[in-house]
């Protein structure tokens, strides 16, 4: 690596999105003329040893993976015209002079035929995806007459559907995206199975709420659907918030 220019990349947040918002940068790197060789610092967080496994094993244009520091780069400014892929991009020193990039994956899913006339939505999140709930979700799909005939099971933090009689388990992060791609229409919240979605070239219909960074509304394929939220959820929402901080208060004192 002495003789050659090299980039090793450490990723600094471990969701599957932050990896994916990364995963053009190796192409890149290389058709640019920038680097020879491109490597993952074995340093980089990762919430699931899956992401390493989809995202960077199975990238041809990743040379390998080093225990070593690499570069922890953050975003650069996102200005009208781009997205936060194309901020990546530039916070490196790299441009390919294109805009509006989409994540890259380098696998091909199974297709599961029992899934190509049906609708999916996947109500589970990690990271914020704004202020509503399900009653606010349930009304937004009742009142455009949308069916969903299967919803992923759920997992910690999730906005479910009440109203959704099938029920979905991927075995695996590839199982699930065999879910994503077979599926007639995708529906989720603007968090990782969007972005993932994205770069499996699924088109996808995202919700969320009030406080997310529009930012995360990264691709032009997807339909990112606001939900307002209301008067009761928010009236909730503040007694949750004010219980556990009294909670808190009375530990502390």
């Known amino acids: 690596m002495e003789n050659e220019k090299t980039l090793i990349l450490q990723i600094k947040y471990g969701g599957l999105g932050d990896h994916l ?14 680097y020879e060789k491109v490597y993952i610092s074995n340093l980089s967080e990762f919430r ?3 992401y390493k496994k989809l995202v960077w094993h199975k990238n041809p244009h990743v040379d390998g993976f ?26 490196l020193g790299l441009d390919d002079g294109k805009r509006f990039h989409e994540p890259e994956l380098y696998f091909q899913p199974e297709i ?14 990690v990271s914020f995806v704004g202020n509503f709930g399900s009653s606010d979700l349930q009304k ?19 906005i479910l559907l009440k109203k959704v009689s099938e029920t979905l388990q991927s075995k695996s992060l590839e199982d699930f995206c065999s879910i994503i791609i077979s599926c007639k229409e995708l529906y989720c919240l603007t968090s990782g199975t969007a972005t993932l979605a994205s770069a499996l070239k699924k088109p996808a219909t995202c919700f969320y709420g009030a406080g997310q960074d529009k930012n995360f509304h990264h691709s032009k394929m997807h339909k990112y659907i606001f939900i307002p939220e ?13 219980v556990k901080n009294a909670k808190n208060y009375f530990k502390i004192a």
């Open 112 to 125: 599961k035929k029992e899934l190509t006339n049906k609708s999916v939505y996947d109500p589970n999140f």
């Open 66 to 91: 080093v225990d070593g520091t690499g570069i922890e780069a953050e975003p650069v400014k996102i200005t009208l015209g781009e997205n936060i892929l194309d901020a990546v991009m530039l916070g």
């Open 140 to 158: 937004w799909i009742e009142q455009n007459k949308i069916k969903i005939d299967c919803q992923m099971k759920l997992r910690d933090k999730n």
């Open 48 to 50: 699931h040893p899956d």
């Open 21 to 34: 918002f990364y995963s053009h940068i190796p192409r890149i790197a290389k058709e640019t003329g920038a």
């Open 230 to 242: 209301s008067f009761i959820n928010k009236t909730q929402r503040k007694i949750i918030t004010f």
